[in-house]
């Protein structure tokens, strides 16, 4: 089955398409270039709220489309949901998740007070890396967690899920540690947080190595 599963490459992106070696394959971005283009052809600002709020209503209908579609084609009622609990996820009780949500609060508060002062321009490209990976490393593993007691999915399909997120977390600790390195030189006063810093996402990289799955 897994030989089969290939994932498109959107699945398990840090959707940072500027920097993406995969936007020949990947739809997602084309479609998104088609959308913009468009507004371009037709004198629009694609990023005027209205605009894109059509934009997003006009991309969730064809989503539902494509949902009702699959399901056909798979021979799957919609409209006959079971009686059947879904076990309530609790991103909380594990360890990975836990540590993942430290390092977001933690980054969180020294990204707001590097706000205040001021990013100078030589680190500019790191402070951005360091925005945009600290939410998606605790978003990546909240996935994560969330696929354990997913029964939805078949086995082999599962394994390719996991170890695609794992990987996506795994980049977004290695672009967040250089990224921290690359900032203390501009930043001694600040020592202490990215030590702290540095040391969460040290402690995540172990818990990827000892056991995703670990509880508290
Ligand atoms: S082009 Fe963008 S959406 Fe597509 S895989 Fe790359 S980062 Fe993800």
Redesign the pocket.
């Known amino acids: 089955m897994s030989e089969k599963f290939k994932p498109?490459?959107?699945n398990y992106?840090?959707?940072?398409?500027e920097?993406?070696?995969?936007?020949e394959?990947?739809?997602?971005?084309k479609d998104?270039q088609e959308r913009l283009l468009e507004h371009y052809r037709k004198g629009e600002d694609p990023y005027d709220p209205e605009i894109f709020m059509n934009d997003l209503k006009e991309i969730f209908s064809r989503t539902e489309k494509m949902i009702k579609k699959a399901a056909q084609e798979h021979g799957i009622d919609l409209d006959d949901v079971g009686d059947e609990e879904v076990p309530e996820v609790e991103p909380e009780e594990y360890l990975i998740y836990r540590l993942a949500y430290k390092y977001f609060e933690e980054a969180n508060a020294f990204i707001k007070t590097l706000d205040k002062s001021g990013i100078p321009e030589n680190i500019k490209q790191y402070y951005d890396d360091l925005v945009w990976y600290h939410t998606l490393i605790a978003a990546k593993s909240g996935r994560l967690v969330s696929g354990f007691i997913d029964d939805l999915l078949d086995d082999e399909v599962s394994a390719v899920e996991e170890k695609g997120t794992v990987s996506v977390i795994r980049k977004g600790i290695r672009l967040s540690k250089n990224a921290l390195e690359s900032m203390l030189s501009e930043f001694p006063d600040h020592l202490h947080t990215i030590a702290s810093l540095m040391e969460l996402l040290k402690q995540i990289e172990s818990q990827i190595e000892i056991d995703i799955r670990q509880k508290i």
């Open positions: 498109p490459p959107f992106c840090d959707y940072r398409c920097r993406c070696d995969e936007q394959k990947c739809r997602v971005f998104d």
